[in-house]
T-cell receptor, first 111, second 117 residues
């Protein structure tokens, strides 16, 4: 079946630290992969996406590369800010109709 | 990007009353919308898939008579929590699927926090 596994949090980093949130997936065929971010008290927002192998999604300094050989889509940022504190969800979609979400990883960035 | 709006964003009601939450896609037509429930510090739990013009598809364990979903137009889906009880207090989030060829992208509402007294 289709599923997403992401690293459990919470993650606490100092400002300007390097961030990696691991995400691996299980799917048949070629899914599209997404990272969503949820700021406190808000709904989810699309952060970035990649639709085929070796694509790199990027936005607001975050990056993730679609690695088919390792079935991974790890989220990275070189220098986090306090404003990046949020919950991050990895997700996949097959055929654009069904979406599967990871459990979410809470990130807290301290000054 | 596309915008999905939920209303109300916060609602408090007495036990036994019904509450309706609206989800609107403001700048695109959405034949498919999804309703989720999120408990504190937990992931999204998909409750149901709302399809315009047809009955919603509920996930296992979700009471369809308690959580009524109506998708009457291409831009509006509603979730009605009937006879709400304190255990129904939660953060409810909708998303709308914007189709792009054979793929699609999900856009989420801001969420609606329900507190049942």
């Amino acid at each position: 079946g289709n599923s997403v596994t992401q690293m459990e949090g919470p993650v606490t980093l100092s400002e300007e630290a390097f961030l990696t949130i691991n995400c691996t997936y299980t799917a048949t065929g070629y899914p599209s992969l997404f990272w969503y971010v949820q700021y406190p008290g808000e709904g989810l927002q699309l952060l970035l996406k990649a639709t085929k192998a070796d694509d790199k999604g990027s936005n607001k300094g975050f990056e993730a590369t679609y690695r088919k050989e390792t079935t991974s889509f790890h989220l990275e940022k070189g220098s986090v800010q306090v404003s990046d504190s949020a919950v991050y969800f990895c997700a996949l979609s097959r055929g654009g109709n069904q979406f599967y979400f990871g459990t979410g990883t809470s990130l807290t960035v301290i000054p | 990007g596309a915008v999905v709006s939920q209303h109300p964003s916060w609602v408090i009601c007495k036990s036994g009353t019904s509450v309706k939450i609206e989800c609107r896609s403001l700048d695109f037509q959405a034949t498919t919308m999804f309703w989720y429930r999120q408990f504190p510090k937990q992931s999204l739990m998909l409750m149901a898939t709302s399809n315009e013009g047809s009955k919603a598809t509920y996930e296992q364990g979700v009471e369809k008579d308690k959580f009524l979903i109506n998708h009457a137009s291409l831009t509006l889906s509603t979730l009605t929590v009937t006879s709400a009880h304190p255990e129904d207090s939660s953060f409810y989030i909708c998303s709308a699927l914007k189709r792009e060829g054979i793929t699609g992208e999900l856009f989420f509402g801001e969420g609606s926090r329900l507190t049942v007294l």
